[in-house]
């Protein structure tokens, strides 16, 4: 009965560490306690009847710190912000928001609420479609120049404005700040472009767009679209072309394809058609 027992405990702590990631350390404390107490009574405690009592007490502790390993969350790490934090944002990522509830709300409870757990919580309202509830966490942010709070509040904008022109106009506001406290993110540098560029400001799109590639870790055939398209629309039709045609060697989306089409169409009629893809 003991082994039995004993073997039970064991998977159930084992099964438990891939659940609950920052007990891990008490999981495997259990798993091991378990497995010793079935050694013990297959070699020792069969031969002494009188001992086998404390080998029931052992399994009853035992199962005590099975019961418990759901709370290690608030008790095991909670000094550790960044591995509390880790388990929760892993939990968050894969949309398992019941289960990262405990460890928010451990970190709340220990450190108060951080901008990095607004970002998440605002990012599940995002998948919600709860917008209000996404904007009043960028809100309350206590340092609106974050990398993670300009990708918040673009998920905010997107999800606020259907109209693809308040869209845009919201997203330049927003990526004009981002590029003014980050330089050097590729990111926005290519965000803001791509925004300069469909408000015709085609000079100042082509600058955004070349500081970006050379920020990014690898080439962007959008850029390369969005900067050939820039040539194009201001006359420039032999560079507009040689990009474009470099452009589609990319694997870029069909939309991207059926608009590079469309602007070497343009290109030819002298300018004569609209090509401008909608983002």
Same mark, same amino acid.
């Given at each position: 009965?003991?082994?039995?027992?004993?073997?039970?405990?064991?998977?159930?702590?084992?099964?438990?560490?891939?659940v609950?990631?920052?007990?891990? %350390?008490p999981?495997?404390?259990?798993?091991? %306690?378990?497995? =010793?107490?079935?050694?013990?009574?297959l070699?020792?405690?069969?031969?002494?009847p009188k001992?086998?009592?404390? @080998?029931?007490a052992?399994c009853?502790?035992?199962?005590?710190?099975?019961?418990?390993?759901?709370?290690?969350?608030?008790?095991? @790490?909670?000094?550790?912000?960044?591995?509390?934090?880790?388990a929760?944002?892993?939990?968050?990522?894969k949309d398992?928001?019941e289960?990262?509830a405990?460890?928010?709300?451990?970190?709340?409870?220990?450190?108060?609420m951080?901008?990095?757990?607004?970002?998440w919580?605002g990012?599940?309202a995002i998948v919600?479609?709860?917008?209000?509830a996404a904007?009043?966490?960028?809100?309350?942010?206590?340092?609106?120049t974050?990398y993670?709070?300009?990708s918040?509040?673009?998920?905010?904008?997107?999800?606020?404005y259907p109209?693809?022109?308040d869209?845009?106009?919201?997203?330049?506001?927003?990526?004009?700040?981002?590029?003014y406290?980050?330089?050097d993110?590729?990111?926005a540098?290519?965000?803001?472009?791509?925004l300069?560029?469909?408000?015709?400001?085609?000079d100042?799109a082509?600058?955004y767009l070349?500081?970006a590639?050379?920020?990014?870790?690898?080439?962007?055939?959008?850029?390369?679209?969005?900067?050939?398209?820039?040539?194009?629309?201001?006359?420039d039709?032999?560079?507009?072309?040689?990009l474009? =045609?470099?452009?589609?060697?990319?694997?870029?989306?069909?939309?991207?394809?059926?608009?590079?089409? =469309?602007?070497?169409a343009?290109?030819?009629? @002298?300018? =004569?058609?609209?090509?401008?893809?909608?983002?």
């Open positions: 009965m003991i082994v039995v027992c004993s073997i039970v405990l064991f998977v159930t702590a084992i099964l438990a560490a891939f609950f990631h920052s007990a891990l %350390l999981c495997l404390v259990v798993a091991v %306690l378990a497995a =010793a107490l079935a050694a013990a009574d070699f020792v405690l069969r031969k002494k001992l086998r009592t404390a @080998g029931i052992g009853i502790v035992i199962l005590c710190g099975c019961l418990a390993i759901p709370a290690a969350p608030t008790a095991y @790490g909670a000094d550790d912000y960044t591995k509390m934090f880790e929760y944002a892993a939990l968050m990522v398992k928001y289960k990262a405990p460890y928010r709300e451990a970190l709340v409870e220990k450190y108060g951080t901008d990095e757990i607004r970002f919580e990012s599940a919600r479609k709860d917008v209000n904007e009043q966490y960028a809100d309350d942010f206590d340092d609106k974050r993670d709070y300009f918040l509040m673009e998920s905010v904008d997107t999800l606020r109209d693809l022109t869209r845009r106009e919201a997203l330049r506001d927003l990526y004009e700040d981002a590029v406290y980050h330089p993110w590729g990111y540098l290519k965000t803001y472009g791509v300069l560029f469909y408000d015709k400001e085609y100042r082509r600058s070349v500081d590639s050379d920020h990014l870790s690898e080439e962007d055939g959008e850029i390369v679209y969005f900067l050939g398209a820039s040539f194009i629309e201001q006359g039709m032999e560079k507009g072309l040689e474009m =045609a470099e452009a589609y060697s990319y694997d870029l989306s069909e939309d991207y394809k059926k608009a590079i089409l =469309a602007y070497g343009k290109a030819t009629n @002298g300018g =004569a058609d609209d090509a401008n893809t909608e983002e």
